[in-house]
């Protein structure tokens, strides 16, 4: 008989439960903290990644799912296999691949930033950066030389008489 049953039997009892704790108070978590809850480790490359998703893929020269965008680019492992949005990278809108189209996560309800449209799309002027300047061009619209030492046109003195 234990010391503990002997007790009992003898009509003393606990004034405290016997597995009962005092609970810690929790602080907020610091951003390196979050940034530890999120899988950050590629399997090919063996490396921490700030862009590592998990990919269900059909490669059968790599035998993982955690990969970071770079290895699934030279891998030519398609964004359609991608399974998760959870990397940094993806969270903040800075998630891209450079082989093969992305695939549209805004679509299941996570946040998502708004892409920019790029500077020659939709905004009218689709000449703009293609080298028609006025300032690159004479009284009868054709081409003025360069300077060899930079972009700055030659200008003649008798240009505008």
């Known amino acids: 008989m ?13 004034s ?5 704790r005092v609970r810690k108070v929790k602080k907020e978590k610091t951003k390196t903290e979050k940034h530890q809850e999120h899988r950050n480790f590629c399997e090919v490359c063996e490396t921490i ?4 998703e998990r ?4 490669n059968p020269r790599i035998d993982a799912e955690w990969i970071c965008a770079n290895c699934a680019d030279k891998n030519d492992i398609l964004d359609q296999f991608r399974l998760t949005n959870q990397s940094d990278f993806a969270r903040s809108g800075r998630y891209r691949r450079f ?5 549209d996560f805004s679509q299941e309800g996570l946040p998502q930033k708004k892409e ?26 054709n081409r003025r030389p360069h300077n060899r030492s930079g972009n700055r046109p030659v200008r003649d003195r008798n240009f505008n008489k």
């Open 16 to 20: 405290k439960i016997e597995n009962e």
């Open 116 to 141: 920019r449209r790029h500077a020659r799309e939709g905004h009218g002027n689709q000449n703009r950066h293609r080298g028609n300047r006025s300032g690159n061009r004479d009284v009868d619209g």
């Open 2 to 14: 234990s010391l503990k049953e002997a007790l009992l039997k003898a009509g003393f009892q606990s």
């Open 99 to 103: 082989y093969g189209p992305m695939k």
């Open 49 to 52: 990644q700030p862009d590592v």
């Open 55 to 58: 990919f269900k893929h059909r």
